[in-house]
């Protein structure tokens, strides 16, 4: 019988990290932490460690592979799998792991008898990634961070075969929503063209969102867009990695946005500037230099945050997503089509959430606004 220990990421939003094991052998799925001050690591043991056969990673944000130095500390010699993109973005990197190549993409790849795997883009990020697992004569599907709508990436769910899933992890993040992403883009624009003599800015992170705004306002505006030189390795794997992409056309586009987004300039009257959003400090000299700048924060508004308090009047709030919101999380479900569905990534899932509790709980759907 197959054991699941859920030692992070249900129940909350972070530490995403899924321990699998039947026969005395084990998996891991991702190995994260709390993307908090303390950086809080998952419920993970040496004991858990000692049984690992494999451990697959979906994508190289913190809250999914921030653990992986206890794997090291605890003596893990086995194979860390995770994409090519995903291995380059990693800091540190670990002589353990095993990348598979673009060209391998849905096709089986075997680790042992009892141990394979497919995988395909979840297009949550450049490189991220989902799991369909063989295992001990198990098999699960592992969604990692998914986003149905990116505007630049694809998304994509494993072929079906007459063998159906015992099990599933399908993110949740955005549960409490019902967005499309390509909407949130059209009234972002709308905003701006409305707003001509205000500059804006974008508190911005290392994320899939962060490109496909960034990329939709160079194409939709005449206005200049200014992408802070931390981003430029980000948006250099948009470049080498076409077969991401949900177009070939967007490799032209992208060229074209990194000879004149990614430089620094001087301060513009009326520029979109894309910035961390952990620099307080570029965000408080532009807000200052620029008294008619406005704010658009995209993503969910950390109450009383630094930034929020420097833009007070001066800020909106159009949200993107970045996981699956309400309906994108039934539908994936149901093509799926598990056994057992574990919903993870949220503060509204449990263990013992289902599809059924989430369609009943359909009039507790809401928008958390700034």
């Known amino acids: 019988m197959l054991n ?122 450049i490189g991220s990634v989902w799991y369909k697992i063989r295992f001990l004569e198990e098999v699960m599907f592992f969604s990692g961070d998914y986003v149905m709508d990116s505007y630049l990436l694809k998304a994509t769910i494993p072929t079906e075969d007459d063998r159906g899933y015992d099990l599933a992890f399908i993110d949740s993040g955005h549960v409490e929503k019902r967005i499309k992403n390509i909407e949130v883009l059209q009234k972002i624009m709308e905003f701006i063209s409305a707003k001509p003599s205000c500059p804006i800015i974008f508190p911005s992170s290392f994320s899939g969102k962060t490109a496909d705004i960034a990329v939709y306002l160079f194409q939709h505006t005449a206005r200049e867009v200014r992408v802070d030189n931390e981003f430029l390795s980000f948006f250099e794997d948009y470049n080498v990695a076409p077969e991401n992409m949900l177009s070939s056309s967007y490799n032209t586009i992208l060229k074209s946005f990194k000879n004149d987004c990614l430089q620094d300039k001087a301060v513009g009257d009326n520029a979109i500037y894309f910035i961390p959003e952990r620099d307080e400090s570029t965000i408080s000299k532009l807000l200052l230099e620029l008294p008619t700048a406005i704010v658009i924060f995209t993503g969910y508004c950390k109450k009383g945050s630094y930034v929020q308090q420097l833009a007070q009047d001066r800020a909106m709030q159009f949200f993107y997503k970045t996981h699956p919101d309400y309906n994108d999380i039934i539908a994936l479900s149901q093509k799926i089509n598990a056994q057992k569905i574990i919903y993870f990534h949220s503060q509204l899932t449990t263990k013992e959430t289902t599809l059924l509790t989430i369609i009943g709980n359909e009039d507790d759907v809401y928008d958390e606004s700034c």
């Open 4 to 125: 699941v220990e859920i030692l992070g990421g249900v129940g909350e939003y972070g530490r995403n990290c899924f321990y699998l094991e039947k026969e005395g052998r084990a998996i891991l799925l991702d190995c994260g932490v709390m993307n908090n001050h303390d950086k809080t690591f998952p419920d993970l043991t040496q004991a858990h460690v000692a049984k690992l056969e494999a451990v697959f990673i979906s994508h190289s944000h913190i809250d999914h592979v921030g653990a992986l130095p206890l794997l090291e500390k605890w003596g893990y010699s086995g194979q860390l799998f995770m994409s090519k993109m995903t291995a380059q973005q990693l800091k540190p990197t670990y002589e353990n792991i095993i990348v598979f190549q673009p060209e391998s993409v849905d096709n089986w790849i075997n680790i042992s008898e009892s141990l394979s795997f497919q995988w395909g883009y979840s297009g949550h990020l």
